[in-house]
């Protein structure tokens, strides 16, 4: 059967793994070198880095500007890695052997054949035929002959890398936007926790107001909770980032074969913490009745606002203390065990409401980092439905 004229091959658009035809600088000059680690699931050069071209050994895989990285083994290719290299110093690069190089050729647009090798479609094609035994399957370079596209002209191209590239810096300013919001939070919390808040929501200067604030230990502040689990209840694990999430969907590494009354109990508003990862500031708050393995410790706030306490052990300061009192020779064999935990003094306001208006502040901060979370992966979803229109030829710009 013959192919559909309607269509044509990547080879018919771009070369692979083409030899460079840029001049090639002296030893001497920098050039770019892009490692797989430095391009990001998204497509994009993260880490951008150089080398004298004479520090470059033999075997790496040359490139020139305006080529397509496309990451050929697993599981960097399903997991979307490559790059669309601009901006190369001395105009050339070199990168991972695991990298093919697309080159637009004549009368085809080089931000075209990117989107083309970002596309879903494409990487599950390459996924379906991957040679090579489990663990360092690889996509061939034949795979670029067999996987066809919308035969479109350098003007329609243009036009789609044009709204591509549109939906991409939307994603990216969006991105940028949580970072931010994410790094004004640890100076939030410190400014909040350290310093309180008066009866107008203003930032407190502790020195002149030192009746406010009290001292006390972690082991009076959050006391050791010892109750065994009971059937019926859900099985949490404590994860790094996102507090308390049910077993086996975040956290697989959790014992799954204990007995409901083998486990900790923690009670909603309980604090959990994993003694291995405290020191990281790995805890979580419960939002109800759950059981947890005993690999973990569960405490009782006391005297104090719950999501406050659990705020406490997020603030950076507190997490150094967490790293101080962990035993262990090296850092992955570090344990945060209770009576140091308990040892442990903090400075608190009195005041139960000043520690829930504190919560409140930080909760709307979290609120508005969620939401622009939900709008950057409902434009990625928009960007998903453009490409399967736009490649696919389902809809012409």
């Not at 001292?215 to 980032?241: F, H, K, S, W």
């Amino acid at each position: 059967m013959s192919a559909d004229p309607a269509t044509v091959a990547i080879t018919d658009v771009a070369e692979v793994n083409p030899p460079l035809k840029a001049s090639r600088p002296p030893a001497s000059a920098r050039v770019s070198f892009i490692p797989m680690a430095d391009v990001s699931d998204s497509g994009e050069w993260v880490n951008k880095q150089s080398r004298h071209l004479g520090e470059i050994g033999a075997g790496y895989t040359p490139f020139q500007e305006h080529d397509i990285l496309f990451a050929k083994i697993t599981p960097c290719m399903e997991n979307g890695k490559g790059t669309f290299a601009v901006g190369l110093e001395s105009g050339v690069g070199f990168g991972s052997t695991e990298f093919h190089v697309l080159r637009a050729k004549p009368g085809n647009q080089p931000r075209f054949v990117y989107h083309v090798t970002q596309w879903e479609a494409l990487r599950r094609k390459a996924e379906s035929m991957m040679i090579g035994s489990a663990g360092q399957q690889r996509v061939a370079a034949e795979f670029f002959s067999r996987f066809r596209i919308p035969r479109l002209d350098g003007d329609q191209q243009h036009q789609i890398a044009d709204i591509l590239d549109a939906a991409d810096a939307a994603i990216r300013q969006t991105g940028a936007l949580i970072s931010k919001l994410r790094w004004m939070k640890t100076g939030l919390l410190h400014d909040l926790l350290t310093r309180g808040l008066d009866e107008q929501g203003r930032l407190r200067e502790p020195v002149a107001h030192p009746k406010q604030f009290r001292e006390c230990t972690l082991g009076e502040l959050t006391p050791l909770r010892r109750d065994r689990g009971y059937p019926g209840l859900p099985t949490m694990a404590v994860t790094m980032y996102d507090g308390l999430l049910p077993r086996n969907t975040h956290d697989r590494r959790v014992e799954t074969r204990l007995l409901p009354e083998q486990h900790l109990l923690a009670r909603k508003g309980d604090i959990a913490y994993n003694m291995m990862r405290m020191w990281q500031g790995a805890c979580g708050l419960a939002d109800e009745d759950c059981l947890l393995s005993p690999a973990y410790v569960v405490v009782v706030p006391t005297g104090v606002v719950p999501a406050f306490a659990y705020l406490l052990f997020k603030l950076p300061d507190t997490i150094q203390k967490f790293h101080n009192r962990s035993r262990g020779l090296t850092d992955d064999r570090l344990r945060l065990y209770h009576r140091d935990f308990a040892r442990i003094v903090v400075r608190i306001p009195r005041s139960l409401s000043e520690q829930q208006a504190i919560v409140d502040v930080v909760q709307a901060h979290d609120a508005r980092i969620r939401a622009e979370e939900a709008y950057r992966d409902k434009l990625k979803l928009q960007k998903r439905g453009l490409m399967n229109d736009l490649l696919t030829g389902w809809v012409r710009v």
